[in-house]
């Protein structure tokens, strides 16, 4: 599988606190957003969104 960018934009204050939130979690940032993606695809296959 070939890897893909997806650039976002989003208030300095929104990002400044989702890190913070990734670092509490011990998760990156890159994790936290590909396990959302992927809940949100998989909620959407499964008739769920």
Excluded: P, Q, W, Y
């Amino acid at each position: 599988m070939k890897d893909s960018r997806l650039n976002i934009k989003l208030s300095s204050k929104l990002k400044s606190e989702f890190m913070a939130v990734c670092e509490e979690r011990e998760i990156s940032a890159s994790d936290a957003l590909r396990d959302f993606i992927a809940k949100i695809v998989r909620n959407h296959r499964n008739g769920k969104g």
